[in-house]
């Protein structure tokens, strides 16, 4: 090793030659893990292709790989666009998300708006605030379940009666789920916005305010405009983390009553645990991909264009 | 009436005590604040701003006690050390903010943008952001900011620092006619005192967070009350010799000057003293009549239009300014006087006696 010009030529052979070759090692290095890649990424994937093309399900006893027995061309496909629960389950993720993320974008705005200005306790508050984002989200979900109960809590204190019921209830169940979404995840907003904020340069807002503007002027004007990058990535963060809402939901209401607040994830869930449609899921899953793929590239490459 | 007036204002710091206060800002005057970093000319400004509530004393704006005035209402606009323009913001946007926010008509804003985009010659940058412009461009976006919001009175926090030398002095020239064509009320701050000298009608020298002496430019610099002003005030700064008034009070001896000085006033006779001559005010060559001390000169800069000669008695070193270029080579002794009529000097407490 101490003396590599000495021992180069006495040395020759495939591993030698690596040795001295930058590139050739790093494809030695890097190996392992393209391996580990293709066995937990690349194969499942091309499985779930390979799947969401039959009518192949556990319950028959012919091992996976010999579902091309019943190969079923696009089947599953065609149906999955036909299929009411599919596009329900998928509507129900959507108003979630078209109601939670914009809630908790105004609190979150509204919040870390309060916490700019340096105030006694503010590190203490600080803290609180953020609790209900470290919370695993199942345990939300248990605790919003007790909340809701027609004997619990929050029935109690707006005095309703205990028939009243929030999780059954084909309406109020939707409205709970979202509850519960909006506290857990307003913090984070809270979060990535505060520091988006306090990156306004402090002179620029104290220019703004000695020219007059009143504080929701400089907010519209001053604030918001500069912290438009890190709003769009809290919006597209917070839009990505909704659509895969399950925990919540599971915990909270089952899906139920009825389908009233299956969401995709929960729907793909039943699918595959209780109905054991395997081909049929991961044809949804295969599709769902696609087109969050086609929408994240289209939203990425926008971003892009804009900041240049 | 004066625009801006402090009066015996205090405000207390953890280790730091600025004050008691008192100025006065007169309308369409050009106020300089001049004073080492970190002496406390921001919080004068954060004070006259309402950023800063003083402990004690009043601010009158106008005439009128400004404690209960908000920041916005005391109608006092400032232009920033760094600008802080609005960067997404081109310049005719950030320069019709302040009108904006004030709900000012249409035709309004559009006459003042003419208006103000005529005496600042900023009409081809309007469109421009301020990541587009050179320093200077947005130098004059920024005040041109300042100068639309119409104002009681406007701060400049070393408006100019930021900039090259030369555009320095171009924009000093520019401040002054700004605020002459338009009977504006600056106040300036800086620690540069050539350019709080150059524009300043008065100059409010402050040090340790007081301010040590108000005057015209020609007052604190040929009059200096306070030996804390003579110090920073002149460039290179003034000699100071340190010696002790005789007991009939006719003389000053220096502890390191050959000869005595004549000196007329009694009062203190037998004290300390220090004596202070400004660079330009040591004349090489010996006159019959006036004091003088010979000298070895040290080293010679040649600046073109004058000299700076550094000269050393025992171990103080003494600087001259000579005009022009001077002939003198290095390690000769020198003989040099003082011009008398500019001679400063400062009792134990550094009050000019």
Redesign the interface.
Do not use: Q, T, W, Y
């Given at each position: 090793m101490s003396d590599k010009s000495a021992n180069t030529p006495t040395k020759t052979g495939y591993w030698a030659k690596v040795a001295q070759d930058g590139n050739k090692m790093g494809f030695w290095f890097v190996l392992p893990t393209v391996l580990l890649l293709v066995f937990i990424v690349v194969f499942p994937l091309f499985m779930q292709l390979y799947l969401s093309v039959t009518w192949w399900t556990p319950l028959e006893g012919t091992p996976w790989y010999m579902a091309w027995e019943v190969f079923s061309w696009g089947e599953n496909y065609w149906y999955q666009l036909t299929d009411p629960r599919m596009w329900g389950a998928l509507w129900r993720t959507v108003l979630i998300m078209i109601i939670a993320v914009p809630a908790q974008f105004f609190l979150g705005m509204a919040l870390a708006y309060l916490f700019i200005e340096k105030f006694p306790g503010r590190k203490i508050f600080y803290s609180i605030m953020l609790t209900p984002m470290m919370i695993v989200p199942a345990v939300v979900g248990l605790m919003f379940y007790l909340l809701f109960q027609g004997t619990g809590p929050v029935n109690d204190h707006l005095g309703l009666p205990s028939n009243f019921s929030w999780l059954t209830d084909v309406n109020r169940a939707m409205i709970s789920v979202i509850i519960a979404d909006i506290w857990q995840w307003t913090p984070l907003m809270f979060l990535i916005l505060l520091a988006g904020m306090l990156g306004v340069p402090s002179d620029q807002l104290l220019a703004a305010r000695l020219l007059g503007g009143s504080n929701w002027q400089n907010f519209i004007k001053i604030i918001v405009p500069r912290m438009k990058t890190v709003i769009l990535i809290a919006l597209v963060l917070r839009a990505v983390e909704c659509f895969k809402i399950f925990d919540l939901v599971y915990i909270m209401t089952k899906g139920g009553p009825g389908v009233q607040t299956e969401t995709i994830s929960v729907f793909l869930y039943k699918l595959t645990f209780a109905e054991l449609e395997w081909a049929y899921v991961a044809a949804i899953g295969l599709t769902i991909l696609f087109v969050l793929s086609v929408i994240a590239a289209k939203g990425l490459s926008y971003m892009v264009k804009k900041d240049k | 009436m004066s625009a801006i007036e402090i009066k015996n204002v205090v405000k207390n710091y953890p280790n730091f005590t600025l004050g008691p206060i008192s100025m006065t800002v007169e309308q369409g005057e050009f106020f300089g604040i001049f004073g080492p970093p970190s002496t406390g000319k921001t919080s004068i400004l954060k004070l006259i701003?309402g950023?800063l509530k003083p402990d004690e004393g009043e601010v009158y704006l106008s005439g009128r006690d400004a404690v209960e005035m908000g920041?916005?209402e005391r109608?006092?606009?400032?232009v920033?050390q760094?600008l802080?323009?609005?960067?997404?913001m081109n310049g005719r946007e950030n320069i019709i903010?302040?009108l904006k926010?004030?709900g000012v008509s249409e035709a309004e804003i559009s006459k003042q943008l003419d208006f103000v985009s005529g005496v600042l010659h900023v009409s081809h940058i309007l469109d421009k952001n301020p990541a587009q412009m050179s320093g200077g461009e947005r130098q004059r976006i920024a005040l041109g900011?300042?100068f639309a919001?119409t104002s009681r009175a406007m701060l400049l926090d070393e408006p100019i620092a930021a900039l090259d030398a030369r555009l320095r002095e171009e924009m000093r020239v520019e401040l002054k006619r700004l605020q002459r064509e338009n009977n504006q009320t600056f106040v300036y701050v800086s620690h540069d005192e050539e350019e709080v000298m150059a524009v300043s009608d008065r100059v409010a020298v402050v040090a340790d967070g007081k301010i040590a002496q108000i005057g015209t430019p020609d007052d604190v610099y040929s009059r200096p009350n306070s030996m804390a002003v003579a110090e920073v005030i002149g460039s290179p700064p003034m000699n100071f010799f340190q010696g002790k008034l005789s007991s009939d009070g006719l003389f000053f001896d220096g502890d390191k000057l050959s000869e005595r000085f004549p000196f007329k006033d009694k009062t203190k006779a037998g004290g300390t003293a220090t004596l202070g001559v400004r660079p330009e005010d040591i004349w090489l060559g010996a006159a019959d009549d006036e004091f003088g001390l010979d000298l070895v000169i040290n080293s010679v800069e040649p600046l073109g239009g004058y000299t700076i000669l550094n000269a050393q008695i025992d171990e103080q070193i003494v600087k001259i300014r000579a005009p022009g270029q001077v002939d003198v080579p290095e390690r000769s002794k020198q003989r040099v006087s003082f011009d008398q009529r500019r001679i400063h000097l400062f009792d134990e407490d550094g009050i000019r006696v």
């Open positions: - | 701003l950023l920041v916005a109608d006092i606009s400032m920033f760094n802080a323009l609005f960067p997404h903010f302040p926010e004030r900011r300042a919001a």
